[in-house]
């Protein structure tokens, strides 16, 4: 059984998960502009995100592939970031986290563009069987690929984690980080 966190592992947590999207949304050669961070009540609420400029350039189907490709390993970054323990992603606390309340967002985002990713690498009507085949392998494939980053990046994501946990101390308060502090903590 799942005890209950402390305010200072809730902190740390959601500090780790946001550094993690804003990290790998960076090195996969997205636009950032900042992140935010809420801790809304002592029973685990809190709100946090880290804006990226989403408008690109997409001139044809590899652009659209890459795209969302990239875009879903963001959305996972934040669930991986969050299990790192040591610089290694912890898979099964990961998984956890994706498929629980934490990553329930990030989780439904990129399971519709993975959806959307599926029908532009294999355009053609399959039975579901085939499909369900097709989106698993697209969806472990990113979900490697993003653990990778995560780890290579750690020592980044811990930088900004604790740029963010220096100033989150409390329940109520919306933290806003911008651009400038965020870049600067991971240089």
């Given at each position: 059984m799942k005890t209950k966190k402390t305010l200072s592992?809730?902190?740390?947590?959601?500090?780790?998960?946001?550094?993690?999207h804003y990290v790998a949304a960076r090195a996969l050669g997205f636009k950032t502009n900042g992140c935010h961070v809420q801790i809304i009540n002592?029973?685990?609420?809190?709100?946090?995100g880290c804006t990226i400029l989403l408008p690109t350039s997409i001139n044809s189907i590899n652009d659209a592939i890459n795209y969302l490709e990239r875009r879903s390993q963001v959305l996972y970054s934040g669930a991986l970031g969050e299990s790192l323990n040591n610089g290694k992603v912890q898979a099964e606390e990961a998984l956890r986290i994706i498929q629980?309340?934490?990553g329930a967002c990030d989780h439904a985002k990129a399971r519709e563009l993975i959806n959307l990713l599926r029908n532009l690498?294999?355009?053609?009507?399959?039975?579901?069987d085939v499909a369900q085949?097709?989106?698993?392998?697209?969806?472990?494939?990113?979900?490697?690929?993003a653990t990778a980053l995560v780890?290579?990046?750690a020592v980044k994501i811990a930088k900004l984690e604790s740029v963010f946990g220096s100033v989150v101390k409390g329940v109520g308060l919306k933290?806003?980080?911008?651009?400038t502090q965020c870049a600067?903590?991971?240089l």
């Open positions: 592992e809730l902190i740390r947590c959601v500090c780790r998960h946001e550094a993690g002592y029973f685990g609420a809190y709100s946090g629980g309340q934490e690498k294999y355009p053609d009507l399959v039975a579901d085949k097709q989106l698993n392998g697209l969806d472990a494939t990113i979900w490697r690929e780890e290579k990046e933290h806003d980080f911008t651009e600067a903590a991971i």
